[in-house]
């Protein structure tokens, strides 16, 4: 009897140490936003920062997450606010251009100048935030057009 005791309390803590889904909005672009955001999130790498690849609740095309506390990442966002006046502000990562706007928990980074607006939410925990964007620039550029570039 002990024996399936101790089974079943590590059972219970395995699964208190995995995250399960992660809450992520989901975005309502026009339909053909949304058909090419669903390739390129698809071929999102398994990790990013280390951080392994999660599900997002709803399950969506158009959205991913990664590690605890969540990395968000979601395609076929709106432009955000000040994204007009951020061309001076953009910077590269990889040959990516990047909006970034601080939050109180974090930075997001949202692509500028090509086709779809893909955002990325990275908590402070994973500080320099930037970080996470070099490992995923190499997807981005493969399916999200340059438009126009930074300068």
């Given amino acids: 009897m002990p024996k399936v005791l101790f089974a079943a309390l590590g059972l219970l803590l ?7 889904p992660t809450p992520v909005p989901v975005p309502s672009p026009a339909p053909e936003v949304a058909a090419a955001c669903e390739p390129l999130i698809k071929a999102f790498p398994a990790k990013v920062l280390d951080a392994e690849r999660r599900k997002a609740e709803p399950p969506s095309p158009l959205t991913t997450a990664y590690g605890d ?6 395609c076929g966002v709106a ?7 951020a061309q001076s502000q953009c910077f ?9 706007k601080e939050v109180t928990n974090g930075v997001i980074f949202t692509t500028i100048g090509r086709t779809l607006y893909l955002e990325i939410a990275v908590p402070s925990k994973y500080h320099p935030e930037a970080n996470a964007l070099t ?11 340059v438009i126009t570039p930074c300068t």
């Avoid at 395995?14 to 399960?20: M, N, Q, T």
């Avoid at 506390?69 to 979601?74: C, F, L, N, Q």
């Avoid at 990562?93 to 970034?100: I, L, Q, R, Y």
């Fill in 92 to 100: 590269e990562v990889n040959g990516v251009g990047w909006f970034a």
């Fill in 14 to 20: 395995l699964a208190g140490c995995s995250p399960g």
């Fill in 69 to 74: 506390p969540p990395i968000e990442v979601t």
């Fill in 79 to 85: 432009a955000p606010a000040g994204m007009a006046e």
């Fill in 135 to 145: 490992d995923v620039s190499d997807v981005i550029k493969q399916y999200n057009k």
